[in-house]
Each structure stands twice: as C-alpha cells, then as structure tokens.
C-alpha cells in the first residue's frame, strides 16, 4: 500500500505511565475494577431498560443507546491499557491503533450527539408537556438516534483516515495510554496544518455546538422548573436534569480540552489526564449517576432484582 511505503513505522510502543513504575501498577487493579464496574453498571442499565416496558420511551431508550456507548467505550480502551499498564513495553500494530482510534472517534462523536438529544428530550418533556408526545414521538426519536450513530461514523471514518494517510517516519512510541489522535499526530513526518484546521473546526461544530445548545435548553428548563407550583414537580425536574448536566459537562469540558487543538502546549501527563476522565469516569459514573438520581430507574432495578431473587428461591 501506499501509505506503507511512504511510512518506516509499522507499530507502536505506547508508553503509559513509564515514568512512573509504581504508579502504573497501582494503577492496573484501580483501572481493572473501574472497567469491571463500567461494564456491570451499563449492562444492567441496557437489560433493565429492554426488559421494562413502561422504560420503553424516549428517556430511557437514548439512556439505553448511551449504555450502548459506554460499553463499546470501554471495551475498545480499557483492555488496551491494562496491557500498557502492566507491561514494560506494550506495543500496538499499525492496523491495531488504527481501529482503536477508529472506534473511540466512533463512539465519542455519537456520545456527543446523544447527549444533545437527550437535552432536546428534557427541554420539551418540561418546557412543553402538552405537546411533547408530539414533540418527541416514536419517529423523531427514532431519526435523532440514527442521526447520532451516522454522525459518529461519518467523524471516525474521516479523521482516522486522514491521521493515518500521514508518513510516520519513527520515533514511534506514543506518549500514551490508547491510540488517542493528539499523541498518534505528533508522530507523523508530515505537514498537518489543514489537519488541524479540520480538526478545531470539526471541535467547534460537534463538541462546542451541541454543548452550548445544551447549556441554552439548561437554561430554558431551569426557569421552566422555577415556575412549576409543586415542590415535587420541581425536586423531580431538578433530579432528573442535574444528572445528566454533571455527564455533560464532564464529558464535553475534557472532550473539548483535548481536541480543540491536537497539538496544544499541555503536558504529556496533563493529556493522559484529561483523556481519562471523559474516557475513565464518564463510562463509570453515567449509570451511577443516571440509576442513584432517578426514582424510576431505581424502581425497576430493584423490581428486576426481586424478580432473579424469585427465580432462585423457587
């Protein structure tokens, strides 16, 4: 191939937290555990969604799509770095980080998307409750979710391949956890200005822009919410939004930091830092904070709880 040709590299070292030796092995049971209860808490999401069919409205179907994420999130990091976690010298075939890079694009770009929507979905649930089965019937939600899932491919089949049609003419150790795009381009022998031209533009328009949106309908809810006349209505309002405004912003602000410009002035450590909270806490902490924070959702867990403890007496 041609890309081939031009390239000397045809696989990656990543590096971890080679500095830091203690560190990285304390690290792998703190990461291993973290991905074990990721994958436990969005599972139980996604079942107990499938199997409810009072959760079968748009609510808790984007939640279930966004469980869906999380996972695929997780499976495609998180095995990778425990390997450069509890190795010296991890490496990654060129193929390998490709896909890698590939899939985190992939699912970050539709988490983007999907949190807008379920933005959309609570401004019109409180703001506009007479006309919201309207607003959000079986077929815009159905369009939103498609909207999402083709948004995040259409994102990851471009920039993965546009990083990659790049030489790489060694060094080829990535100062990294994972096949993130900052650290894979800093390795590249090439010019990359236009690169990183589309890639503050496409930042703008796919974290900045559905953020924003989310901060303004945050703020239309919020007044919405103060003139409710019960107490409930408004604890219940309150509950449900904080959950999903504390993802957001902890997905988005880090998101943000590590994209608007790849190859920023930040520290090696500071990037792994700021990568692993929107692809570390946000896959762990959305169950946790989308089940603790809703009455419903804790409703059906314990009712499907008490259904497998049934099954086992009987």
């Known amino acids: 191939m041609k890309r081939q040709n031009q390239s ?37 999401i996604i079942v107990a969604i499938s199997l409810e069919q009072s959760l079968h409205i748009p609510m808790y179907l984007f939640l279930l799509n966004l469980s869906v994420v999380e996972v695929g999130f997780s499976a495609v990091i998180m095995p990778e770095m425990l390997v450069v976690l509890s190795s010296e010298n991890a490496r990654i075939t060129f193929v390998g980080c490709f896909a890698q890079m590939y899939f985190i694009l992939l699912f970050g770009g539709t988490e983007c998307f999907l949190l807008g929507a379920m933005a959309y979905d609570r401004f019109a649930a409180i703001c506009y409750p007479l006309s919201y089965p309207v607003t959000m019937n079986k077929r815009v939600f159905t369009k939103l979710v498609i909207f999402s899932w083709v948004s995040g491919i259409m994102v990851a089949t471009v920039q993965t391949s546009w990083v990659f049609s790049f030489p790489f003419c060694g060094p080829n150790e990535i100062n990294h956890l994972f096949c993130e795009t900052p650290p894979v381009l800093e390795l590249t022998c090439a010019d990359t200005f236009l690169f990183e031209i589309y890639a503050f533009t496409g930042t703008i328009l796919i974290v900045m822009v559905p953020f924003l949106l989310i901060l303004l309908s945050y703020v239309r809810i919020l007044f919405a919410i103060l003139k409710m006349p019960s107490t409930t209505g408004r604890q219940k309002a309150f509950s449900t939004c904080a959950s999903h405004l504390t993802s957001v912003t902890l997905f988005y602000g880090t998101a943000n930091m590590t994209y608007l410009q790849p190859k920023s002035g930040y520290s090696p450590e500071t990037k792994k830092l700021m990568s692993l909270a929107y692809t570390l806490l946000t896959p762990l902490l959305n169950p946790l904070i989308y089940s603790l924070r809703n009455s419903e959702m804790k409703r059906v867990l314990l009712k499907v709880w008490q259904r497998k403890v049934d099954l086992h007496t009987f």
């Not at 696989?11 to 092995?25: C, E, K, M, V, W």
């Open 8 to 44: 000397s590299v045809f696989d990656f070292i990543l590096l971890g937290f080679s500095n830091f030796p203690q560190l990285q092995a304390r690290l792998f049971w703190v990461f291993l555990v973290d991905y074990l209860v990721t994958l436990l808490g969005n599972a139980i």
